[in-house]
Protein backbone atom coordinates (compact mmCIF):
# COMPACT_ATOMS: atom_id res chain seq x y z
CA UNK A 1 0.00 0.00 0.00
CA UNK A 2 1.66 3.26 -0.96
CA UNK A 3 2.87 5.75 1.79
CA UNK A 4 1.88 8.96 -0.15
CA UNK A 5 -0.95 10.18 -2.36
CA UNK A 6 -1.14 10.81 -5.61
CA UNK A 7 -4.45 12.16 -7.74
CA UNK A 8 -6.07 10.10 -9.54
CA UNK A 9 -5.34 12.45 -12.53
CA UNK A 10 -2.20 11.13 -13.11
CA UNK A 11 -0.16 7.92 -13.44
CA UNK A 12 3.47 6.54 -13.68
CA UNK A 13 4.64 6.64 -16.97
CA UNK A 14 8.03 6.28 -19.50
CA UNK A 15 10.04 10.00 -19.38
CA UNK A 16 12.39 8.80 -21.92
CA UNK A 17 15.49 9.28 -20.94
CA UNK A 18 14.88 10.02 -17.60
CA UNK A 19 13.12 6.89 -16.41
CA UNK A 20 10.18 7.15 -15.05
CA UNK A 21 7.54 9.92 -14.45
CA UNK A 22 4.22 10.64 -13.61
CA UNK A 23 1.67 11.77 -16.48
CA UNK A 24 -1.28 13.77 -16.54
CA UNK A 25 -4.36 11.15 -17.66
CA UNK A 26 -7.01 13.97 -17.54
CA UNK A 27 -6.53 17.98 -17.31
CA UNK A 28 -5.65 18.98 -13.80
CA UNK A 29 -6.62 22.99 -13.01
CA UNK A 30 -4.08 25.14 -11.46
CA UNK A 31 -4.44 24.96 -7.50
CA UNK A 32 -5.04 21.02 -6.96
CA UNK A 33 -3.01 19.01 -4.92
CA UNK A 34 -1.38 16.60 -6.99
CA UNK A 35 0.60 14.60 -4.47
CA UNK A 36 1.07 14.58 -0.65
CA UNK A 37 4.70 13.11 0.01
CA UNK A 38 4.69 10.53 2.71
CA UNK A 39 7.34 8.33 4.70
CA UNK A 40 9.97 8.66 7.68
CA UNK A 41 12.10 11.75 8.68
CA UNK A 42 15.42 11.40 9.72
CA UNK A 43 17.92 13.76 11.00
CA UNK A 44 20.96 14.54 9.21
CA UNK A 45 23.79 12.74 11.14
CA UNK A 46 21.82 9.52 9.99
CA UNK A 47 20.82 11.06 6.30
CA UNK A 48 24.52 11.35 5.55
CA UNK A 49 25.03 7.42 5.96
CA UNK A 50 22.22 6.49 4.14
CA UNK A 51 23.21 4.84 0.58
CA UNK A 52 22.89 7.53 -2.46
CA UNK A 53 19.92 6.00 -3.98
CA UNK A 54 18.15 6.80 -0.06
CA UNK A 55 19.52 9.95 -0.55
CA UNK A 56 18.43 11.06 -3.81
CA UNK A 57 14.72 9.92 -3.26
CA UNK A 58 14.16 11.99 -1.06
CA UNK A 59 12.82 15.83 0.23
CA UNK A 60 14.51 18.56 2.89
CA UNK A 61 12.01 19.45 5.33
CA UNK A 62 14.57 21.13 7.55
CA UNK A 63 18.01 22.17 8.06
CA UNK A 64 18.92 18.89 9.56
CA UNK A 65 15.50 16.64 8.69
CA UNK A 66 14.83 15.09 5.62
CA UNK A 67 11.74 12.96 4.10
CA UNK A 68 12.64 9.74 3.25
CA UNK A 69 10.32 8.02 0.57
CA UNK A 70 9.85 4.44 1.17
CA UNK A 71 12.30 1.09 -0.21
CA UNK A 72 9.60 -0.25 -1.87
CA UNK A 73 8.59 1.53 -4.93
CA UNK A 74 6.83 5.05 -4.18
CA UNK A 75 4.65 6.54 -7.73
CA UNK A 76 5.02 9.33 -5.70
CA UNK A 77 8.59 9.56 -5.57
CA UNK A 78 9.04 9.18 -9.85
CA UNK A 79 7.78 13.17 -9.86
CA UNK A 80 10.81 14.56 -12.04
CA UNK A 81 12.87 17.51 -11.92
CA UNK A 82 11.91 20.36 -14.90
CA UNK A 83 13.85 23.81 -14.68
CA UNK A 84 10.30 25.00 -16.27
CA UNK A 85 7.62 23.17 -13.73
CA UNK A 86 4.07 23.06 -13.91
CA UNK A 87 3.73 21.71 -10.28
CA UNK A 88 4.86 23.91 -6.90
CA UNK A 89 5.45 22.65 -3.39
CA UNK A 90 2.50 23.47 -0.43
CA UNK A 91 3.80 23.44 2.80
CA UNK A 92 6.43 20.73 2.52
CA UNK A 93 5.12 17.91 1.76
CA UNK A 94 2.55 19.29 -0.88
CA UNK A 95 2.98 18.98 -4.54
CA UNK A 96 0.17 21.35 -6.26
CA UNK A 97 -0.28 22.13 -10.17
CA UNK A 98 0.78 25.97 -11.02
CA UNK A 99 -0.85 25.96 -13.98
CA UNK A 100 -3.30 23.83 -15.81
CA UNK A 101 -1.70 20.70 -16.15
CA UNK A 102 -2.76 19.05 -20.31
CA UNK A 103 -4.01 15.58 -20.55
CA UNK A 104 -0.47 13.80 -21.45
CA UNK A 105 1.29 16.40 -20.08
CA UNK A 106 4.60 15.08 -17.37
CA UNK A 107 4.31 16.89 -14.20
CA UNK A 108 7.53 17.90 -12.82
CA UNK A 109 8.89 20.50 -9.97
CA UNK A 110 12.13 22.25 -9.50
CA UNK A 111 13.80 20.96 -7.13
CA UNK A 112 15.21 24.14 -5.52
CA UNK A 113 11.57 24.55 -4.65
CA UNK A 114 12.81 21.92 -1.58
CA UNK A 115 16.26 21.08 -0.94
CA UNK A 116 19.37 23.55 -0.45
CA UNK A 117 21.81 20.83 0.29
CA UNK A 118 23.96 19.10 -2.11
CA UNK A 119 22.89 15.73 -1.42
CA UNK A 120 21.28 15.51 -4.93
CA UNK A 121 23.39 17.56 -7.45
CA UNK A 122 22.69 16.26 -10.79
CA UNK A 123 23.15 16.92 -14.45
CA UNK A 124 19.22 18.11 -15.39
CA UNK A 125 17.95 16.26 -18.40
CA UNK A 126 14.97 18.37 -18.30
CA UNK A 127 15.12 19.51 -22.47
CA UNK A 128 13.52 22.46 -21.78
CA UNK A 129 14.68 26.24 -22.95
CA UNK A 130 16.32 27.93 -20.23
CA UNK A 131 17.69 24.65 -18.67
CA UNK A 132 20.34 25.43 -16.01
CA UNK A 133 22.34 22.21 -16.55
CA UNK A 134 23.70 21.75 -13.26
CA UNK A 135 21.40 21.24 -10.61
CA UNK A 136 22.37 21.97 -7.16
CA UNK A 137 21.41 23.00 -3.68
CA UNK A 138 21.75 26.24 -4.12
CA UNK A 139 19.84 26.54 -6.69
CA UNK A 140 16.86 28.95 -4.21
CA UNK A 141 19.12 31.36 -4.05
CA UNK A 142 18.97 32.14 -7.73
CA UNK A 143 16.77 35.79 -8.03
CA UNK A 144 15.35 34.56 -11.21
CA UNK A 145 14.16 31.45 -9.44
CA UNK A 146 12.68 33.23 -6.20
CA UNK A 147 10.66 35.70 -8.11
CA UNK A 148 9.54 32.69 -10.97
CA UNK A 149 8.80 30.44 -8.20
CA UNK A 150 7.69 32.96 -5.15
CA UNK A 151 4.46 30.94 -3.40
CA UNK A 152 6.00 27.54 -4.76
CA UNK A 153 9.13 27.03 -2.23
CA UNK A 154 8.29 24.98 0.57
CA UNK A 155 7.69 26.18 3.85
CA UNK A 156 12.06 25.32 4.73
CA UNK A 157 13.16 27.05 1.81
CA UNK A 158 10.73 30.34 2.01
CA UNK A 159 12.56 30.48 5.60
CA UNK A 160 16.16 30.63 4.04
CA UNK A 161 15.05 33.25 1.52
CA UNK A 162 13.55 34.92 4.36
CA UNK A 163 16.76 34.99 6.45
CA UNK A 164 18.94 35.33 3.35
CA UNK A 165 16.60 38.86 2.34
CA UNK A 166 17.26 40.01 5.92
CA UNK A 167 20.85 39.52 5.90
CA UNK A 168 21.63 41.60 3.00
CA UNK A 169 18.84 44.12 3.86
CA UNK A 170 20.81 47.49 5.08
CA UNK A 171 17.22 48.92 6.07
CA UNK A 172 16.14 46.02 7.79
CA UNK A 173 19.40 45.44 10.17
CA UNK A 174 19.28 48.99 11.09
CA UNK A 175 15.42 48.48 12.35
CA UNK A 176 14.20 51.07 10.44
Known amino acids: MPISFITSSAKVNSA ?16 TTVAAFGGSITHRDEFSLLPEYRRTHSLQIDEDLFLLCPDEDE ?12 CGIGGNILLVAMRDIQKGEELSFDYAMSDADDYDEFICECGEIGCRGLITGA ?7 QSAY ?22 SEQGI
Open 139 to 145: DWRRPEL
Open 16 to 31: GRKGRGIFATSVIPAG
Open 75 to 86: PADLFNHSCTPN
Open 150 to 171: EGWFSNYISSKIRQDSAAFDPV
